[in-house]
């Protein structure tokens, strides 16, 4: 077994290597597609402009996804996919320190066909709707910032992107910390009991997500949870819901992180009044 946790650091920093010359090659390719620019108190909100910046995202993003989530120890690590260059990075940055501390990833269809959901979601009637489609994924705010203040200022520079492309739907996958059967039922059968999952638009794991190799039955009662299922719904995904999003009924599992993914999707129409006007009204 110590010979198995000594070969651990090791695999990783090789894994990290790859990761700078594979980022070396994204940054090189990428460029900002919609220009976003305002400032709020102590913070700059923005779609960032150069592969410096995308750079800062990607340890940022390893910090949260890796350091924090994974309990990873490799100190310069990078979180990085071929997705990055392709898509726009919402920031904000902290003026004082000159940080970036939160990041949305933002991937519209009006420059790529391809997203993230798509490697766990079978989703080609979502696709084929008509109107622009914008995928939100890699959200993640530094531990020290996470305050509303934060996320309500990337819900504002997210509404400005939105009505620059003129998207009609925002999508991607929602995480719950997870991979308990019973709990998972329990939050299933809570969404379909406030009416927050999809009906018109068919989307389902693909087979290796599938969260059926685990004996998941949906229809079943979760008495066996003891905890309120409020509190296993991540803030994030609260706010997704808040503003009327619809989730997939059936999660994809995914077992790198340790959790379920439910497809979402929002119709921008269908953003709640108080939405409309806490971030539209500037």
């Known amino acids: 077994m110590n010979?198995?946790?000594n070969i651990e650091p090791i695999k990783e920093i090789l894994f990290q290597y790859g990761n700078h010359l594979h980022a070396s090659r994204i940054e090189r390719l990428f460029y900002r597609k919609i220009p976003v620019y305002f400032e709020k108190g102590s913070f700059i909100i923005k779609t960032i402009e150069n592969r410096f910046e995308l750079k800062e995202v990607l340890k940022l993003?390893?910090?949260v996804f890796h350091k924090e989530y994974r309990k990873k120890k490799f100190p310069f690590g990078i979180d990085v996919e071929s997705l990055d260059s392709i898509a726009d990075h919402l920031v904000i940055i902290d003026k004082e320190s000159e940080k970036i501390v939160g990041t949305y990833r933002l991937i519209c269809s009006e420059f790529s066909n391809i997203f993230y959901s798509q490697s766990e979601f079978a989703?080609?009637?979502f696709f084929e709707l008509p109107g622009v489609k914008l995928e939100l994924s890699r959200a993640?705010?530094?531990k020290d910032f996470r305050k509303g203040v934060v996320?309500?200022?990337l819900w504002r520079g997210l509404m400005k992107y939105l009505g620059d492309v003129k998207a009609k739907y925002l999508f991607g996958c929602s995480s719950i910390k997870t991979m308990d059967p019973m709990e998972v039922a329990l939050v299933v059968n809570h969404f379909r009991s406030e009416g927050q999952l999809l009906n018109a638009i068919e989307a389902h794991p693909l087979p290796i997500f599938e969260m059926a190799r685990l004996g998941v039955?949906?229809?079943e009662g979760a008495l066996a949870v003891s905890k309120p299922v409020e509190d296993m719904i991540p803030p994030l995904l609260q706010s997704y819901l808040k503003a009327g999003a619809k989730l997939a009924p059936v999660?994809?599992?995914?077992r790198d992180f340790?959790?379920?993914?439910?497809?979402t999707v929002l119709d921008i129409e269908s953003l709640t009044r108080i939405y409309e006007r806490r971030y539209r009204q500037d």
Do not use: E, T
Request: some cysteine.
């Open 140 to 142: 993640c705010i530094h």
């Open 61 to 63: 993003r390893y910090q």
């Open 3 to 5: 010979h198995l946790r």
């Open 123 to 125: 989703i080609q009637g």
């Open 258 to 263: 340790k959790c379920v993914d439910f497809f």
């Open 251 to 254: 999660p994809a599992l995914d």
């Open 151 to 153: 996320m309500n200022l």
């Open 217 to 219: 039955s949906f229809a």
